[in-house]
C-alpha cells in the first residue's frame, strides 16, 4: 500500500508544506504505508533537506510561467504513469488553487481513486482575500467540487477546521489531525558560543537571544515584533539579541525591517540570518533563550512545536493552534498586533533566565 502526494513545490524557501509533507511521508513507511511525492520543481528550486536526508521517492516536474499558478505540463504525465502503473490507494492533495491541485484531482477521479486534500491555511479568510479573483475562479473552476468529492478535507488544528466552514464547505468531512514534528535535539552544541559559530553570528554569547524562525513575510508581523523587542525592559537591561531567521518575502521587505530597527534604536541588535541550511536550524534553537512568532495566523506552526522540543519557551500568538502551551506555562499567547504583549511576553521569558 502506497499514498501518493502531490504538492505545489519542495522548495524550503516556502516553509510549510516542504517541511510537513515530507516528514509525513517518512513517518508513515516507518508505519508501513509507502509514499511518493510528485511536486512541481520551480527555477530557482532549492534542496530539500528531509527528502535528501530521508531518501524520499520524489520526482519533480519544471514550471513554466509563474509560480502562482505552478502549470507545470509533465506534472500530468507523472500522475497518470502513477496512478494507473502502481496504482496508490489514495491521492493526498497538499494545495489547493494551482495545477497540480487540478491535475492530481482530475487523474485521481480518472482512476477512480479516492482523493484527501490538505488546505494548509489556503481557506483562512486572510488566505482568501489574497489574489481573491484568480482564488474564486479557481473555486468555479475545480476546488469546489475538489473538496465536495473528496474523501475528507485534512485539517491542522480547530480554527482550519473551522475555516473550512466559513469558506461555505459546511458539509464537507473534515478532520483534524495535528502535523507531526521530528524533536530538536540540541545537545551537540555544548556551548550557545558553538551554536553561534555555527550560524557565523558574532554576538555576545554571555547576552540573552531571542530568536524568530520562519518565512519572514508581512504575515508573521516581523515588523511587530522587532517593536516589542525594542520595547521590553529585560531585551534593553541585559542587551539581547534579536535573530531573526529564515527566507524573506522579497528584498524590499527585508529592506524594510532593517530600517524598522535602525527607527527603533536596535539595529546593531537584530540580525537577519536569511534561510538556514543543515544543522544550522538546529544551531539557532541551540543559540536561544526564547522563541518568538508574532503570527497573524498560523493552522499549525511546526517552527513552534520544534522550539518546544528543544526547551525554549515560546511568545506567540492566539492565532496559532498552541493554547497548550501557555496552559502548561512555556509560552505566552497575545492577540496579533499587541506589540505591549508581545513585549511583556519577552519580559516574562527573559526574566526568568538564570
Not at 41 to 50: F, G, P, V
Not at 227 to 253: D, K, M, T, V
Amino acid at each position: 500500500m502506497y499514498v501518493l502526494h502531490v504538492v505545489s513545490d519542495l522548495d524550503e524557501a516556502y516553509g510549510g508544506p516542504s517541511q510537513s509533507v515530507p516528514q509525513l511521508v517518512h513517518h508513515l513507511a516507518a508505519e508501513g504505508v509507502g509514499g511518493r511525492i510528485l511536486y512541481v520543481e520551480t527555477l530557482a528550486q532549492s534542496r530539500n533537506r528531509i527528502v535528501e536526508s530521508r531518501q524520499l521517492l520524489a520526482q519533480g516536474a519544471r514550471i513554466r510561467g509563474s509560480r502562482r499558478i505552478c502549470y507545470a505540463p509533465d506534472l500530468r504525465r507523472l500522475l497518470r504513469e502513477a496512478v494507473r502503473s502502481s496504482a496508490p490507494a489514495l491521492v493526498h492533495i497538499h494545495s489547493m488553487w494551482r495545477y497540480n491541485a487540478w491535475a492530481a484531482w482530475q487523474e485521481a477521479r480518472a482512476a477512480g481513486l479516492p482523493v484527501v486534500v490538505s488546505p494548509r491555511s489556503n481557506l483562512y479568510g486572510h488566505s482568501l482575500r489574497k489574489n481573491r479573483l484568480i482564488k474564486q475562479a479557481a473555486r468555479r473552476l475545480f476546488v469546489d467540487r475538489m473538496l465536495t468529492e473528496a474523501a475528507f478535507v485534512h485539517a491542522t488544528a480547530a480554527s482550519e477546521t473551522e475555516a473550512v466552514r466559513a469558506a461555505g464547505y459546511k458539509t464537507v468531512p473534515v478532520r483534524t489531525i495535528p502535523n507531526g514534528i521530528d524533536p530538536v535535539d540540541v545537545s551537540g552544541f555544548a556551548t550557545r558560543a558553538a551554536a553561534l559559530s555555527a550560524l557565523q553570528l558574532e554576538t555576545d554569547p554571555a547576552r540573552p537571544h531571542v530568536l524568530f524562525l520562519s518565512r519572514v513575510d508581512p504575515r508573521k508581523r516581523v515588523a511587530d515584533l522587532i517593536a516589542a523587542f525594542a520595547a521590553s525592559e529585560q531585551a534593553r537591561s541585559q542587551a539581547a539579541e534579536l535573530l531573526i531567521a529564515g527566507p524573506a518575502a522579497s528584498e524590499g521587505y527585508a529592506a524594510d525591517l532593517r530600517a524598522r530597527a535602525a527607527a527603533e534604536g536596535v539595529a546593531e541588535r537584530v540580525h537577519l540570518l536569511g534561510m538556514l541550511r543543515d544543522g544550522q536550524r538546529t544551531a539557532a534553537y541551540a543559540a536561544a533563550d526564547v522563541f518568538a512568532l508574532p503570527t497573524q495566523f498560523e493552522n499549525f506552526g511546526i517552527a513552534i512545536g520544534e522550539a518546544l522540543s528543544a526547551g525554549l519557551p515560546v511568545v506567540t500568538t492566539t492565532a496559532t493552534p498552541w493554547a497548550a502551551a501557555a496552559e502548561n506555562g512555556v509560552g505566552h499567547l497575545v492577540e496579533p498586533g499587541d506589540t505591549g504583549g508581545l513585549a511583556a511576553g519577552l519580559d516574562r521569558f527573559l526574566l526568568a533566565l538564570p
